[in-house]
């Protein structure tokens, strides 16, 4: 089982910012390299909702709430991923999980343990 291990929560006032990262520090570099990186959110009595994705390749895509306020980024050598979180709302306050999935392997799909992000004044 891969473990993920997320760092970077905490209280932040509306507007303000975070950084989230989530390790794999038992993957080796070249395992690391194929998976593809997501970020989610979930809040109490709601879906898990999709925020945004970091690919191989280094591009990145975003759900619209977020766009142009939060930025997916990967570091291969580090085995870890970030998501810079800007211009933050109270009601994005919620879990925040990353996500590593192999594209060409079915199943082959892991999760971080979550880190609460609260953005209240």
């Known amino acids: 089982q891969v473990q993920l291990v997320e760092s970077g929560g905490g209280l932040v006032p509306p507007g303000g910012s975070l950084r989230l990262s989530c390790r794999a520090p038992r993957m080796i570099f070249s395992t690391f390299t194929i998976y593809t990186t997501h970020w989610y959110r979930q809040t109490p009595g709601k879906e898990r909702e999709y925020i945004a994705r970091?690919?191989?390749?280094?591009?990145?895509d975003y759900a619209d709430s977020v766009k142009g306020r939060f930025t997916a980024s990967r570091d291969n050598s580090r085995k870890t991923v970030y998501l810079q979180l800007n211009r933050l709302r109270p009601e994005e306050t919620a879990v925040y999980y990353c996500r590593l999935q192999n594209p060409s392997v079915e199943g082959d799909d892991h999760w971080g343990q979550g880190i609460q992000v609260t953005v209240s004044s």
């Open positions: 970091a690919t191989t390749s280094g591009g990145a």
